[in-house]
Structure formats: structure tokens, C-alpha cells
């Protein structure tokens, strides 16, 4: 008597389980804190290495500069700001690339931009933050953001400190004989600078381009376009020629 065979199914092979990450909580975050800042001159120097950036990479919209703005990378972190209790707020001015540099932006929320962190970082230290700054804040930026480049001045001390990133931990920048730090994040020199911004002299950090010109503010550029716009109605009027000043 013949005995029938039964057939035995292939099992599939287990498919590999995918941790899925857990989703973000609805954490209401906080733009700022009214804490003022410590001078005027920390204010004025924010915006004025925001502007400079902005004038060295003239026309590009794939990076995005922030200055005493909240950065925000972790629930914990984010958590400790809403409840009055910070473990970070942010940097006075930093510089993320390759982003949507046309987006509006309240605060920077790593989580909602790709997990992209600042490419370089600059504090402008003062007596409340001095040990934060060369301590704490340089750990987190090497270990947590990976920021490639940081920087800080003190304007007490005259200081002007600068760091690449190498594996974890950050190695010095060493200055030109000008005493000046080459950013390859951006590309140019940061150096002091002894002049007027908005009625205020004294010595502010600039940037050089690789050829070493000073990058120049809109205020700067427009009044060096009316020097030469100035001079060569002068030549023409030396030639015997009067120029045509656009008006009828």
C-alpha cells in the first residue's frame, strides 16, 4: 500500500525586526528668556558677524547664521529650558550649513532640521560666562554637536581663542602673524579690528577673506561705491566731459 507523502511548507525566513525611533513629544518650546544681554557691545557684535557672514557668501541661501538664539537638541534639554531650569540655551553666534537658509527660524530644533548642528560656533565671553565657555560649553560642542570649529573672544582680556575639532576633542587653532584665525568652515580669517560700528569705537572681530581684505558691511560697501562713483565723475569733469548723474 503506498503511503502519501506529505509535503512540508518552507518556512520564510524571520524578517530583521526595524527599531523605529519614538516619536518626538509635543514640548512647547520657548523662544527666549528676556535675560539681557551683558553690554551693548555683545549685542552689536552679534549682528555684525550675522551681517559679515551674510556679505561673504553674498547670493548662496544654503546656510543659516543665529546669534543668542535658543538651540535646542535633546527632550531633556528642551525640557530643563520650558521648566526655568536650562542645561543649555544656546551659543551668541553660530553658523549651520547646508540648510534652507530662506527659512524663518524662532529657534534651532536639531530634531526638525535633519539632526544637523552648528558647523562653527563663537562666544563672546564675559565675567558670568568665562568658566561655562572655556569649560562646559567646549565639552558639549565637541561631544554632543560635533561642531567642527569654535571660537571665543573675551573682550576683557583681548582674547581671541580658536579650535578645530579632531575626533572628540578640540585642538588649537594657531593664529597668523597677525594674530588671526583661518576658518575652514567659512572659509576666511577672524581678526580684530579697531574702528566705528554704529557710533561705537573700539575693537570688534571681523572677517577676512583669503587674500586678507577685510569683508566689508553694507554700510561699508555702499559708501565705498559712492567713492568711486564720486572719483570718476571727477576724471570725467577734468576731461571735459560732465557725467551723467541719473538725474533729468
Known amino acids: 500500500m503506498a503511503v502519501a507523502r506529505t509535503q512540508r511548507r518552507k518556512r520564510r525566513p524571520k524578517e530583521p525586526s526595524v527599531a523605529y ?13 528676556d535675560e539681557p544681554l551683558e553690554s551693548d557691545w555683545h549685542r552689536l557684535q552679534m549682528n555684525l558677524l550675522i551681517e559679515l557672514v551674510h556679505q561673504l557668501w553674498k547670493g548662496r541661501t544654503d546656510f543659516f547664521c543665529g546669534g543668542n538664539m535658543f538651540i535646542y537638541y535633546s527632550i531633556e534639554q528642551a525640557e530643563s529650558v520650558r521648566q526655568g531650569r536650562p542645561l543649555y540655551k544656546g551659543p551668541d553666534f553660530f553658523v549651520v550649513k547646508d540648510v534652507d537658509g530662506t527659512k524663518m527660524r524662532k529657534y534651532w530644533v536639531v530634531w526638525e532640521e535633519g539632526g544637523r548642528y552648528p558647523n562653527l560656533i563663537l562666544e563672546l565671553i564675559s565675567p558670568k560666562t568665562a568658566y561655562k565657555d572655556r569649560h562646559d560649553n567646549m565639552e558639549l560642542y565637541a561631544e554632543t554637536f560635533g561642531t567642527r570649529e569654535y571660537f571665543w573672544y573675551d573682550p576683557d582680556k583681548d582674547e581671541l581663542k580658536g579650535f578645530r575639532l579632531q575626533g572628540s576633542r578640540y585642538q588649537p587653532i594657531e593664529p597668523n602673524e597677525r594674530g588671526w584665525l583661518w576658518s575652514e568652515e567659512l572659509g576666511a580669517w577672524l581678526g580684530r579690528w579697531q574702528g566705528s560700528i554704529l557710533g561705537r569705537n573700539t575693537t570688534w572681530i571681523r572677517l577676512y577673506d583669503s587674500e586678507g581684505r577685510l569683508v566689508p558691511t553694507i554700510a561699508e560697501e555702499a559708501e565705498r561705491e559712492r567713492q568711486r562713483a564720486e572719483q570718476l565723475a571727477q576724471r570725467l569733469r577734468e576731461l571735459g566731459i560732465e557725467p551723467d548723474n541719473g538725474t533729468e
Open 21 to 33: 525611533p519614538p516619536p518626538i513629544p509635543n514640548i512647547e518650546l520657548i523662544e527666549g528668556d
